[in-house]
């Protein structure tokens, strides 16, 4: 391996504890600031990088970019270093350090990159005391699998030493272009290939009209990322009213709320829609702007529904008016997009959680459009969900069919049925309990089928594998599903984004015809039922949820 001639080892011990989860190495922010912790982590993504791109890195392009959280300025400078030392011919960083994690999945391959770092966790908070993380994202601009996740992993229990310059801190605050020994270092505008990307999918035109015509749209950026990129395109393009966009300035801390756009952590968006003079079209974004939540006035939009109601209208976007090439969706994610496609006639693909499996499906030309239940939305645009993305798509169903958001929801709820969806998190459990919870489970699988549940019979009980369609690789216990007998579902796994002990996650699905029942009346009794069946109490000590999404 041939490095720079000023690139200077330097001798580290490996930790245990480096492990990429469903998105990326996600930890508490002092544990990342720990001596060496992120060098590790960076060398050791570097030096699989290496094996995998055969040769050497001088001819290549690294990106560099995150959500604006504390120590994301550090890392920054301490990531430049490094990847000059480890001989990367250029370098990329966004603006002040901020790229979103859908712009830096349309700068990789707008900019034939090899890969890019992102600096974030997300939707977790941010702060000294809150949460750090990073993920390495592929060539196609999308997250690594898990066949290299596994390997960066491998690599941290065995990393000896890692390279770095003794140089100065360099000025990210402009655009422009530097070197650093012998990697030009560029500044780059974060905006400027997102906005591209959006402006070749969407009907501009049709939405300066509908603004022109006095549409309202109140966008909460949550103090994440997502602000400036909102403020570009719907306040400055779209020439929506000045003051759209709120919270739209990045903040270390994200002025001390988990930037997390659900009903909990945006409960300020859904009271402000709940209000007589509410805008038409309420929309929240995660720290890094790939999660989206979608309210109407007075009326919560749920994730399954959206990614389904997306589905059924995408003929009226221009990138998608040709027809889709296939829908998928994550395993807990709620059935109503499997209804839309078999309307449609295109193949459904249901994936482990986490949007690294979606890429293959894509890439190989399987998948147009798909989403999680965790306000997550997205289309072959960009190999990561896109929060921004999804607002654009509203805007676009609103405008085509001069429908409000909740006759819309209503009308696809007619014509589909609905599924009745909740998520119930309860965070923070002790993991040998919780991990004991589930291997006496997971033993009582086979036997559950013909079992009463609530008012209902188990039809199947399974735990979910996923064979990857394109490269055949297999990702087993990815979830414990109950099926019943009147097509409702029971799902449940463990968080792998979570920063403190484990977080079990119960998702409850019931479909009826009709979709006007009250959601709580319907899932409750079921949600008591899988906590019995689970002895959630017993094994955790736990009687309620957390959060309930
Ligand atoms: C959660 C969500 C998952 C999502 C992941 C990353 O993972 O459930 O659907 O893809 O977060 O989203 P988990 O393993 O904690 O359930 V993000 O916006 O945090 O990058
Ligand atoms: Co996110």
């Known amino acids: 391996?041939?490095?720079?001639?000023?690139?200077?080892?330097?001798?580290?011990?490996?930790?245990?504890?480096?492990?990429?989860?469903?998105?990326?190495?996600?930890?508490?922010?002092?544990?990342?600031?720990?001596?060496?912790?992120?060098?590790?982590?960076?060398?050791?993504?570097?030096?699989?990088?290496?094996?995998?791109?055969?040769?050497?890195?001088?001819?290549?392009?690294?990106?560099?970019?995150?959500?604006?959280?504390?120590?994301?300025?550090?890392?920054?400078?301490?990531?430049?270093?490094?990847?000059?030392?480890?001989?990367?011919?250029?370098?990329?960083?966004?603006?002040?350090?901020?790229?979103?994690?859908?712009?830096?999945?349309?700068?990789?391959?707008?900019?034939?990159?090899?890969?890019?770092?992102?600096?974030?966790?997300?939707?977790?908070?941010?702060?000294?005391?809150?949460?750090?993380?990073?993920?390495?994202?592929?060539?196609?601009?999308?997250?690594?699998?898990?066949?290299?996740?596994?390997?960066?992993?491998?690599?941290?229990?065995?990393?000896?030493?890692?390279?770095?310059?003794?140089?100065?801190?360099?000025?990210?605050?402009?655009?422009?272009?530097?070197?650093?020994?012998?990697?030009?270092?560029?500044?780059?505008?974060?905006?400027?290939?997102?906005?591209?990307?959006?402006?070749?999918?969407?009907?501009?035109?049709?939405?300066?009209?509908?603004?022109?015509?006095?549409?309202?749209?109140?966008?909460?950026?949550?103090?994440?990322?997502?602000?400036?990129?909102?403020?570009?395109?719907?306040?400055?393009?779209?020439?929506?009213?000045?003051?759209?966009?709120?919270?739209?300035?990045?903040?270390?801390?994200?002025?001390?709320?988990?930037?997390?756009?659900?009903?909990?952590?945006?409960?300020?968006?859904?009271?402000?829609?709940?209000?007589?003079?509410?805008?038409?079209?309420?929309?929240?974004?995660?720290?890094?702007?790939?999660?989206?939540?979608?309210?109407?006035?007075?009326?919560?939009?749920s994730p399954g529904d959206s990614l389904a109601i997306i589905a059924q209208h995408a003929g009226c976007i221009p990138r998608y008016r040709d027809g889709l090439a296939g829908v998928a969706r994550s395993m807990p994610t709620s059935t109503a997009l499997d209804r839309v496609a078999r309307k449609m006639r295109v193949r459904l693909h249901e994936t482990p959680t986490g949007w690294k499996f979606f890429g293959n499906l894509m890439d190989a030309g399987l998948c147009t459009l798909c989403g999680e239940e965790s306000f997550g939305t997205g289309s072959d645009h960009v190999r990561e969900k896109d929060g921004l993305w999804a607002v654009m798509c509203w805007l676009s169903i609103l405008a085509h069919t001069g429908k409000r958001v909740e006759q819309v929801v209503k009308d696809h709820w007619r014509l589909f049925g609905r599924s009745y969806f909740q998520r119930r998190d309860f965070e923070a459990l002790d993991s040998a309990g919780a991990t004991h919870m589930i291997e006496i489970l997971r033993e009582k699988l086979p036997g559950l089928a013909g079992a009463g549940f609530a008012d209902v019979r188990i039809e199947k009980a399974d735990e979910f594998s996923y064979e990857d369609p394109v490269d055949g690789s297999v990702s087993r216990r990815q979830g414990i599903r109950v099926f019943l007998d009147d097509g409702s579902r029971i799902v449940c796994r463990f968080s792998g984004t979570g920063t403190s002990g484990v977080t079990l996650r119960l998702y409850l699905e019931r479909y009826r015809a009709e979709g006007d029942l009250p959601l709580d009346t319907l899932v409750e009794p079921f949600a008591r039922a899988a906590s019995e069946l689970m002895k959630v109490r017993e094994f955790c000590g736990r009687d309620r949820a957390d959060v309930v999404t």
């Open 1 to 301: 391996m041939e490095l720079p001639g000023n690139a200077v080892p330097i001798k580290t011990n490996p930790y245990s504890d480096q492990h990429p989860g469903t998105s990326g190495l996600r930890k508490k922010t002092r544990i990342f600031m720990q001596p060496h912790y992120l060098e590790n982590y960076i060398q050791s993504i570097f030096n699989v990088m290496r094996e995998e791109s055969k040769g050497g890195f001088e001819k290549r392009t690294l990106i560099i970019g995150g959500d604006g959280r504390f120590y994301n300025r550090t890392a920054i400078q301490v990531i430049l270093r490094m990847a000059a030392a480890n001989g990367f011919g250029r370098l990329l960083v966004g603006r002040d350090g901020y790229l979103s994690t859908p712009a830096m999945a349309a700068a990789i391959p707008r900019r034939s990159a090899l890969g890019g770092l992102l600096l974030t966790a997300s939707h977790n908070p941010g702060g000294i005391d809150a949460d750090f993380g990073v993920k390495y994202n592929t060539g196609n601009g999308g997250p690594a699998p898990e066949r290299l996740t596994g390997r960066f992993h491998t690599e941290t229990t065995k990393l000896s030493q890692y390279f770095t310059l003794q140089t100065p801190d360099l000025d990210i605050g402009r655009i422009g272009t530097t070197v650093l020994g012998k990697t030009e270092v560029s500044v780059i505008d974060p905006l400027q290939d997102y906005v591209e990307v959006i402006q070749g999918i969407f009907d501009f035109e049709a939405l300066r009209r509908l603004f022109r015509g006095g549409f309202r749209l109140l966008f909460d950026a949550m103090h994440g990322v997502s602000g400036p990129y909102a403020e570009e395109i719907f306040e400055r393009t779209l020439g929506a009213a000045p003051g759209t966009v709120y919270r739209g300035e990045p903040l270390e801390d994200f002025g001390g709320h988990h930037p997390d756009p659900n009903q909990v952590q945006a409960a300020d968006l859904i009271r402000r829609m709940g209000a007589a003079d509410a805008p038409d079209l309420g929309a929240a974004c995660d720290g890094d702007a790939d999660r989206n939540m979608i309210v109407g006035r007075g009326f919560f939009v």
